[in-house]
């Protein structure tokens, strides 16, 4: 079992461009959560999805979206890009949403210069 | 509102020494509480819950209601102990979805 895997594991983007960052949960989870880990920061809840809908949602603005597949993978899009989102983003597994059970990938760096 | 607060960015102490890592928490109820640990090039991964009152590799942490506290603690430091230490709390269990709230992070260097 590969755990959680999240592609790509590095990016750098333009300001203003579009980003999507992919997420496979571990084998038999149904949840997946997504976290921004900037610089010297302790992980971040963005938003959380469970039977392709989305649960939970932290603190962030529109533009970070998300979504999840028949097959339990999920993608986050972050929409005109700004500087102060160059961060780690980790997507966490578990399943039915309990935070008990978290299984985290190795995350995806991006960069926005 | 919902915190934790880690108060050390660096804890370097020498092999065999004791250690302890702070954790404060900010929570309306009771909360669970984790301690996840990230060693050099490897994912986030979880080290104990309080609900399991168990100890892993050495460490133990006592959930202080009173202080609302979940300090991280072992006798004897070893040098692979090194690594970065995150506090997080979620909700109750059985009480939905849940999601993490992180500390910013302690870490730990065990000098030879």
């Known amino acids: 079992d590969a755990g959680v895997t999240q592609s790509p594991t590095h990016l750098i983007k333009t300001r203003g461009q579009q980003v999507t960052l992919r997420c496979s949960p571990k084998?038999?989870?149904?949840?997946v959560s997504w976290y921004q880990q900037a610089l010297g920061q302790g992980p971040q809840f963005i938003f959380q999805?469970?039977?392709?809908?989305?649960?939970q949602r932290g603190n962030f603005p529109d533009r970070f979206s998300g979504h999840q597949f028949p097959n339990y993978s999920s993608e986050l899009n972050v929409n005109a890009l700004l500087l102060g989102d160059s961060a780690l983003y980790l997507c966490?597994?578990?399943?039915?949403?309990?935070?008990?059970?978290?299984?985290f990938g190795s995350g995806t760096r991006l960069t926005v210069v | 509102a919902q915190r934790v607060t880690q108060p050390e960015k660096l804890l370097s102490v020498f092999k065999g020494a004791p250690v302890e890592l702070k954790c404060n928490y900010s929570y309306s109820g009771s909360p669970e509480l984790f301690w996840y640990v990230q060693y050099s090039r490897q994912r986030l991964q979880l080290l104990l819950r309080h609900i399991s009152r168990e100890s892993i590799k050495g460490f133990t942490a006592d959930l202080n209601k009173g202080e609302t506290s979940f300090h991280l603690k072992k006798p004897f430091a070893q040098e692979e102990d090194s690594a970065m230490y995150y506090c997080?709390?979620?909700?109750?269990?059985?009480?939905?979805?849940?999601?993490?709230?992180f500390g910013t992070g302690t870490r730990l260097l065990v000098s030879p």
């Open positions: 999805y469970y039977e392709e809908e989305e649960r």
């Open positions: 997080a709390l979620s909700g109750p269990r059985n009480t939905g979805f849940q999601k993490l709230v």
């Open positions: 966490a597994s578990s399943l039915g949403g309990d935070g008990n059970g978290y299984t």
């Open positions: 084998s038999g989870h149904d949840t």
